[in-house]
Each structure stands twice: as structure tokens, then as C-alpha cells.
């Protein structure tokens, strides 16, 4: 554990504090669409979660990875499912998450931050640079 904290203390000291954050629609995947294209949601028509993103301009992770980079996604919930749209230009768009039997009324699933982190670290030593993660 005290590798994984000297990490992320690591990458702290060597990034950038953003101390005034916006969003451009408070739900996950219309948020995560926005972020990947640039384009705002009566752009890319993604308006709510469980909306199936159609392209039109690719989006920065295909321009990334037609530009050599290696690129990978270890997602946390369903709710970035492969199955609307995002996994385009990734050499992996990890996104397996199991349901929890005793949650099965629940109509999202997740898993916890520590799982997606171990599964990324362990993908990080395979990329080729530059990447995109």
C-alpha cells in the first residue's frame, strides 16, 4: 500500500491543482462524452446515461492512438459500458464489472476505485509511449 501512496504522492508533486473545476452536464456519461470530443451535449446528442454515442468528429482518443499512442480505459461503472460509444480508439477499454447478486434491484453496477487503479498499474508497464490512460 505505501507504494501505491508514494505513486500518487509522486504524480501530485509533478501535476497541477485545479481548484476551480466545471462540468458541462452532471451525469457521468454525457460528462465523460464531452470531455472525450470536445463538443457539448446538444453536439454530440448525449443527454442523459444510457444514450448510445454515435461519432461524427473522431474523438481525442482515436486521434491520439492514429498518432501512436498506446491507450487504455479501466472504467468503475456501467453506466461508461463499451456498449455506448466511448471504447473508440482504446487498445483496451476495460469495463468488466460484475453485478453484486444482493444489489441485483440496483439498475447500475460498480466497482471500487482500489480494483480499477490495480487493473490500470497493472496494463501501465505493457503501453508503449507515449500514452494515454
Same mark, same amino acid.
Given at each position: 500500500?505505501?507504494?501505491?501512496?508514494?505513486?500518487?504522492?509522486?504524480? $501530485?508533486?509533478?501535476?497541477?491543482?485545479?481548484? &476551480? $473545476?466545471?462540468?458541462?452536464?452532471?451525469?457521468?456519461?454525457?460528462?465523460?462524452? %464531452?470531455? *472525450? %470530443?470536445?463538443?457539448?451535449?446538444?453536439?454530440?446528442?448525449?443527454?442523459? &446515461?444510457?444514450? %448510445?454515442?454515435?461519432?461524427?468528429?473522431?474523438?481525442?482518443?482515436?486521434? *491520439?492512438? #492514429? !498518432?501512436?499512442? !498506446?491507450?487504455?480505459?479501466?472504467?468503475?461503472? =456501467?453506466?461508461? &459500458?463499451?456498449?455506448?460509444?466511448?471504447? #473508440?480508439?482504446?487498445?483496451?477499454? &476495460? #469495463?468488466?464489472? =460484475?453485478? #453484486?447478486?444482493?444489489?441485483?434491484?440496483?439498475?447500475?453496477?460498480?466497482?471500487?476505485?482500489?480494483?480499477?487503479? %490495480?487493473?490500470?498499474?497493472?496494463?501501465?508497464?505493457? $503501453?508503449?509511449?507515449? @500514452? @494515454?490512460?
Amino acid at each position: 500500500m505505501l507504494k501505491r501512496r508514494q505513486l500518487v504522492d509522486s504524480l $501530485a508533486q509533478r501535476g497541477v491543482e485545479i481548484t &476551480n $473545476a466545471r462540468t458541462a452536464v452532471p451525469l457521468t456519461l454525457p460528462s465523460h462524452t %464531452t470531455m *472525450l %470530443t470536445g463538443l457539448l451535449p446538444p453536439a454530440h446528442g448525449v443527454r442523459q &446515461n444510457g444514450v %448510445t454515442f454515435k461519432p461524427g468528429p473522431p474523438p481525442l482518443v482515436r486521434v *491520439l492512438h #492514429d !498518432s501512436g499512442y !498506446s491507450t487504455a480505459a479501466f472504467v468503475p461503472e =456501467k453506466t461508461l &459500458n463499451h456498449h455506448f460509444g466511448l471504447a #473508440d480508439g482504446f487498445d483496451v477499454y &476495460n #469495463d468488466e464489472i =460484475k453485478r #453484486d447478486p444482493e444489489r441485483a434491484l440496483r439498475l447500475e453496477a460498480e466497482r471500487r476505485g482500489e480494483e480499477v487503479v %490495480t487493473r490500470a498499474l497493472k496494463w501501465l508497464p505493457t $503501453a508503449k509511449r507515449p @500514452f @494515454f490512460l
